[in-house]
């Protein structure tokens, strides 16, 4: 069990700490057999480098990137409502 628990510590902690990433918002969770990284980012090319990241620095383990994309612009089109 504290296997488990040091490795998503260890995620953790690169999530934080690695200048590329610096990434506070992502939660880090064992589901079976893999690790499940889940959240939210800006961008998508952010999602990508936080998964790039985490897979390269653990090849192990079997990581499922389950992060969504948050809108953080203005919408472009005006929704009407009726």
Sequence with gaps: MTKQIDLEA?????LTEHDSVAEQ???VHRRENQVVLSGEV???QRRDEI????TSHFPEIEITCD????RAQAPSEVEEIS
């Excluded at 992060?67 to 948050?70: A, C, P, V």
């Design 10 to 14: 260890e995620i953790q902690r690169l």
């Design 42 to 44: 800006e961008s998508g």
């Design 51 to 54: 998964c790039r990241q985490v």
């Design 25 to 27: 918002g992502i939660t």
């Design 67 to 70: 992060i969504g994309i948050t």
